[in-house]
């Protein structure tokens, strides 16, 4: 289980995306001193910069090959990869030693991307720098992003689909619109997890809770990397909880969902046969 020292450069970004959690009014960039303070009292062995959009910043290969130097085993780039559409600009990052890349996708398509971006262009843009980043010839591994809203939940499967003709290694499901059912969107989950793995690429959901996932629970990213994540979200545990064989595991339902909807689409796992293994994994 790979442990990441996450890092934010800034809330600067060339999307304007509808769901950002991370806009602010004021603007926001670490002095470059900061992010290697930040280095310095890092336990982990690699490191993740995220924002905003890392790549707005002139300085980032210098940072990058600061982390090389310090002798970071992996370094991993959070973004919306606009700006590797420019190969230049992601050859001076690759050469620099970054080769792990997580990228966010909106749709299947630039109706749907574009307007959840509220950038024009951006789908283009994004695509382009994946299929840049599929022409390096160095080892890298590309992990696409999907967060899942009202707007987009029924393009869920052609997005996935779209990701995987990309040649991508990873596909992350993230669950992050308290506006959204979880009963509407959970067919689209199974049939994305189903496409995904009928193409043997790996994919995992972020944000969903065991009762949702039942049967799928190994498809769950907090048994790898646990419940903490870059998104910062309140939660809480209800009265169908206490009945249930993952409730010391699981923290329970995001705040501002069980606000909006309620608990009667939640019912407590009374038994699954990843039980064992997932308490054997958390020890």
Same mark, same amino acid.
């Given at each position: 289980?790979?442990?990441?020292?996450?890092?934010?450069?800034?809330?600067?970004?060339?999307?304007?995306?509808?769901?950002?959690?991370?806009?602010?009014?004021?603007?926001?960039?670490?002095?470059?001193?900061?992010?290697?303070?930040?280095?310095?009292?890092?336990?982990?062995?690699?490191?993740?910069?995220?924002?905003?959009?890392?790549?707005?910043?002139?300085?980032?290969?210098?940072?990058?090959?600061?982390?090389?130097?310090?002798?970071?085993?992996? !370094?991993?780039? =959070?973004? #919306?990869?606009?700006?590797? *559409?420019?190969?230049? +600009?992601?050859?001076?990052?690759?050469?620099?030693? /970054?080769?792990?890349?997580?990228?966010?996708?909106?749709?299947?398509?630039?109706?749907?991307?574009?307007?959840?971006?509220?950038?024009?262009?951006?789908?283009?843009?994004? !695509?382009?720098? =994946?299929? #840049?980043?599929?022409?390096? *010839?160095?080892?890298? +591994?590309?992990?696409?992003?999907?967060?899942?809203? /009202?707007?987009?939940?029924?393009?869920?499967?052609?997005?996935?689909?779209?990701?995987?003709?990309?040649?991508?290694?990873?596909?992350?499901?993230?669950?992050?619109?308290?506006?959204?059912?979880?009963?509407?969107?959970?067919?689209?989950?199974?049939?994305?997890?189903?496409?995904?793995?009928?193409?043997?690429?790996?994919?995992?959901?972020?944000?969903?809770?065991?009762?949702?996932?039942?049967?799928?629970?190994?498809?769950?990213?907090?048994?790898?990397?646990?419940?903490?994540?870059?998104?910062?979200?309140?939660?809480?545990?209800?009265?169908?909880?206490?009945?249930?064989?993952?409730?010391?595991?699981?923290?329970?339902?995001?705040?501002?969902?069980?606000?909006?909807?309620?608990?009667?689409?939640?019912?407590?796992?009374?038994?699954?046969?990843?039980?064992?293994?997932?308490?054997?994994?958390?020890?």
């Amino acid at each position: 289980m790979i442990r990441y020292k996450e890092i934010f450069l800034g809330n600067q970004c060339n999307n304007h995306c509808l769901h950002c959690l991370f806009r602010q009014k004021n603007p926001v960039k670490p002095e470059l001193q900061a992010v290697i303070n930040a280095l310095e009292q890092a336990e982990e062995d690699s490191v993740a910069f995220y924002g905003g959009e890392p790549t707005l910043r002139n300085d980032l290969s210098g940072i990058i090959l600061a982390v090389k130097r310090k002798g970071f085993r992996r !370094i991993k780039l =959070i973004t #919306n990869g606009c700006a590797f *559409s420019d190969i230049q +600009f992601l050859l001076e990052i690759a050469n620099a030693g /970054c080769y792990l890349f997580e990228i966010k996708i909106w749709g299947s398509n630039p109706d749907i991307h574009d307007y959840l971006t509220r950038t024009t262009g951006s789908f283009r843009q994004t !695509i382009q720098g =994946i299929e #840049n980043l599929q022409r390096l *010839s160095c080892d890298k +591994f590309i992990c696409i992003r999907i967060p899942m809203c /009202c707007q987009n939940y029924k393009d869920l499967e052609a997005t996935v689909t779209a990701a995987l003709c990309l040649g991508i290694n990873r596909i992350i499901l993230q669950f992050q619109d308290y506006h959204l059912s979880l009963k509407d969107v959970l067919p689209h989950i199974k049939n994305a997890v189903n496409l995904s793995i009928l193409n043997r690429v790996w994919i995992v959901t972020e944000g969903l809770p065991f009762c949702i996932m039942q049967g799928l629970e190994h498809h769950m990213s907090e048994i790898y990397y646990g419940w903490d994540t870059l998104f910062e979200k309140v939660f809480k545990h209800h009265q169908y909880c206490q009945d249930c064989i993952y409730q010391e595991l699981c923290p329970g339902v995001e705040e501002k969902y069980l606000e909006q909807f309620g608990n009667n689409e939640f019912s407590p796992v009374k038994e699954t046969k990843y039980l064992q293994d997932i308490l054997a994994f958390h020890g």
